[in-house]
């Protein structure tokens, strides 16, 4: 029978390190040896980090994403083009974009996408705000910039459902993306010229 070659403590940080996307039992402990090894100049810092992100970072009460303020920088930046809105699934996905430099529109995260297999369903998604934001009336055009996977594109039509009998124009992004993919791992030039190629939906 197996038994643990380490305190309780290294085991809980396995543990935890291997809940993290990408990371199994075996990369976890590779990772916490690593920590552990670099305590100085890498554990103590990154505990420190976690400690104040717990702390300060917040949900963006206007578009979803997260930062340190609330409005995000992005929803406080007046040199962006408030008659344009960007819809995403994931904070992740709005990054992607960003770091591309494909748009200076405003965003608005969902939360996920639509799938009644996982039991994801409309109030799961932050679609309340986004209905709430176009009545404003303040914009003309809604890029739909969900991933291009079954459960993207059901939420991208739901969302053209939902918005039928508003007057803003609905686009989405061009093929550039690839069907199954997801943006938070397509290049930054593949990002940018489908952004530049959003076509109307």
């Known amino acids: 029978m197996p038994t643990n070659v380490a305190g309780p403590e290294i085991e809980r940080l396995v543990q935890l390190l291997a809940r993290l996307p990408g990371l199994g039992p075996r990369s976890a402990r590779r990772a916490a040896l690593h920590l552990i090894r670099k305590r100085e100049s890498l554990l103590a810092p990154l505990a420190e980090a976690l400690r104040v992100a717990q702390e300060r970072i917040v949900t963006c009460s206007i578009c979803g994403n997260v930062d340190t303020r609330d409005p995000c920088t992005i929803c406080a930046d007046e040199r962006r083009d408030t008659t344009m809105l960007v819809v995403v699934e994931s904070v992740g996905d709005l990054w992607a974009l960003e770091r591309a430099g494909a748009t200076r529109a405003r965003y608005h995260v969902l939360g996920g996408a639509l799938s009644p297999l996982d039991g994801v369903g409309p109030a799961d998604l932050n679609l309340t705000g986004l209905v709430a934001r176009i009545a404003k009336g303040e914009v003309s055009e809604l890029i739909l910039a969900v ?45 940018a010229a489908a952004m530049r190629q959003r076509t109307a939906f």
Request: aromatic share 6%.
């Open 147 to 191: 991933n291009a996977t079954v459960e993207g594109q059901t939420t991208a039509h739901y969302i053209i459902d939902l918005l039928a009998h508003y007057s803003v124009k609905v686009t989405r992004l061009a093929h550039g993306v690839p069907v199954g993919g997801e943006l938070d791992y397509l290049d930054d030039g593949t990002l």
